[in-house]
């Protein structure tokens, strides 16, 4: 048995504040699939208008690097089939910004990280 958790930020391309709660939902659900599509777990997931961070939950077998990029890309694919694109040229195919967060949780449980992640807009 396993149990490897990560909090997770991404921040869309400029800090655009384009994420609203309808397209937030969506990208929250697409998430989620394209995670177990990759034998992860996304346990709880918030963000605001420019950025998100969720918990993942990961085997010890995969690459995490790699999995976030495959999250990244495919989220951002499907994000942008949806809603079309936020920028023009060359750039007219992305979502996120190049980097991200991650760490581990630790010691910490997952209560607790739950509710920091519930409670981000308050």
Same mark, same amino acid.
């Given at each position: 048995?396993?149990?490897?958790?990560?909090?997770?930020?991404?921040?869309?391309?400029?800090?655009?504040?384009?994420?609203?709660?309808?397209?937030?939902?969506?990208?929250?659900?697409?998430?989620?699939?394209?995670?177990?599509?990759?034998?992860?777990?996304?346990?709880?997931?918030?963000?605001?208008?420019?950025h998100?961070?969720?918990?993942?939950e990961? @085997? @010890?077998?995969?690459?995490?690097?790699?999995?976030?990029?495959?999250?990244?890309?495919?989220?951002?694919?499907?994000?942008?089939?949806?809603?079309?694109?936020?920028?023009?040229?060359?750039?007219?195919?992305?979502?996120?910004?190049?980097?991200?967060?991650?760490?581990?949780?630790?010691?910490?449980?997952?209560?607790?990280?739950?509710?920091?992640?519930?409670?981000?807009?308050?």
């Amino acid at each position: 048995m396993f149990r490897l958790t990560y909090h997770v930020v991404w921040c869309v391309k400029f800090r655009r504040h384009i994420l609203t709660a309808l397209r937030r939902g969506s990208l929250f659900k697409s998430l989620s699939e394209i995670a177990q599509s990759v034998n992860c777990k996304i346990l709880e997931i918030n963000g605001e208008e420019d950025h998100i961070h969720f918990i993942l939950e990961t @085997p @010890p077998t995969i690459n995490l690097s790699e999995t976030i990029g495959k999250l990244k890309s495919k989220s951002a694919h499907d994000f942008i089939e949806q809603f079309g694109s936020f920028l023009s040229g060359k750039l007219s195919r992305t979502l996120w910004s190049s980097g991200f967060f991650i760490a581990s949780t630790g010691g910490v449980t997952l209560d607790v990280l739950k509710a920091y992640l519930s409670n981000q807009r308050a």
